[in-house]
C-alpha cells in the first residue's frame, strides 16, 4: 500500500498570502496518478488536480500542482477567502488507492 | 451538468448491514465507474473501492474485501454500496463519486454523502 504523508498539518495564513501544500509517497506514483482535491466543512470533497499538474474543470488558475515521483506539490498562488479549508491529496497508481492525511489551511 | 444524488442517512445496529445507493444523472452513465469513499468523525477520506458501471467489475480495498458489495444499476443509472456486518468504527459520512478509468483513479463528481451511524 502506497502511505501518502502530506505536510504540514496545518497552515496559518492571511488572505493574498501564497500557500505551498506538499504530499510525499512511501514509493514511486506511477504515470503522476495524483490528485489534490479541496473539502470544506459539512461538504463532499471537490476535485482541483488530476494526473499531478491538470486543473479541473472550473478551478481557478491560482491553483496548480507540480511533482513526480514520490514528491507533489499544491500551491495556491494568492488565498481568496474561500480557500481556507482542508486539502487531501490521493494516488491512484497503486491499489489500494489511498490519500494523504490532509493539510489544513486556516486563517491567520 | 453531472450530478450525484444518495440516499438519506441511516442508523444501524452492530452486526447489521446497510446500503447505501447513488443515482447518477448528466452523462452516459455507461461509460464511467463509481469511487466509494468514507471519512469518520473528524477524520480523514478512505477509499473503500471501484467499480465499473460499464461491465460491473470492482477493485475493492483488502481491508473490505468480503465485506462490501458494490454494484450497479444501468437501467436506473444508479450506482449502490452494501456493506455488512458493521461495527461502531464504520460510522461515516459515505460518499460516492464519478471516475474514469479501470480501478478507480480521481474522482471528478462527487455525491453529497450518506452519514451511516452504528450504534446499539
Known amino acids: 500500500e502506497i502511505v501518502l504523508t502530506q505536510f504540514p498539518g496545518t497552515l496559518s495564513l492571511s488572505p493574498g498570502e501564497g500557500a505551498t501544500l506538499s504530499c510525499r509517497a512511501s514509493q514511486s506514483i506511477s504515470s503522476s496518478s495524483l490528485a489534490w482535491y479541496q473539502q470544506k466543512p459539512g461538504q463532499a470533497p471537490r476535485l482541483l488536480i488530476y494526473?499531478?499538474?491538470n486543473r479541473a474543470t472550473g478551478i481557478p488558475d491560482r491553483f496548480s500542482g507540480s511533482g513526480c515521483g514520490t514528491d507533489f506539490s499544491l500551491i495556491i498562488s494568492r488565498l481568496e477567502p474561500e480557500d481556507f479549508a482542508v486539502y487531501y491529496c490521493?494516488?491512484?497508481?497503486?491499489?489500494?488507492?489511498?490519500f494523504g492525511q490532509g493539510t489544513k489551511v486556516e486563517i491567520k | 451538468q453531472v450530478h450525484l444524488v444518495q440516499s438519506g442517512p441511516e442508523v444501524k445496529t452492530p452486526g447489521a448491514s446497510v446500503k447505501v445507493s447513488c443515482k447518477a444523472s448528466g452523462y452516459t452513465f455507461t461509460r464511467y465507474g463509481f469511487n466509494w469513499v468514507r471519512q469518520a468523525p473528524g477524520q480523514g477520506l478512505e477509499w473503500m473501492g471501484w467499480?465499473?458501471?460499464?461491465?460491473?467489475?470492482?477493485n475493492y480495498a483488502q481491508k473490505f474485501q468480503g465485506r462490501v458489495t458494490m454494484t450497479t444499476d444501468a437501467s436506473t443509472t444508479t450506482a449502490y454500496m452494501d456493506l455488512r456486518t458493521l461495527g461502531s468504527s464504520d460510522t461515516a459520512v459515505y460518499y460516492c463519486?464519478?471516475?474514469?478509468?479501470?480501478?478507480?483513479?480521481?474522482?471528478?463528481?462527487w455525491g453529497q454523502g450518506t452519514l451511516v451511524t452504528v450504534s446499539s
Open positions: 490521493q494516488q491512484y497508481g497503486g491499489s489500494p488507492r489511498t
Open positions: 463519486g464519478r471516475t474514469d478509468r479501470p480501478g478507480g483513479s480521481y474522482t471528478d463528481y
Open positions: 494526473g499531478s499538474s
Open positions: 467499480i465499473s458501471a460499464y461491465d460491473g467489475n470492482t
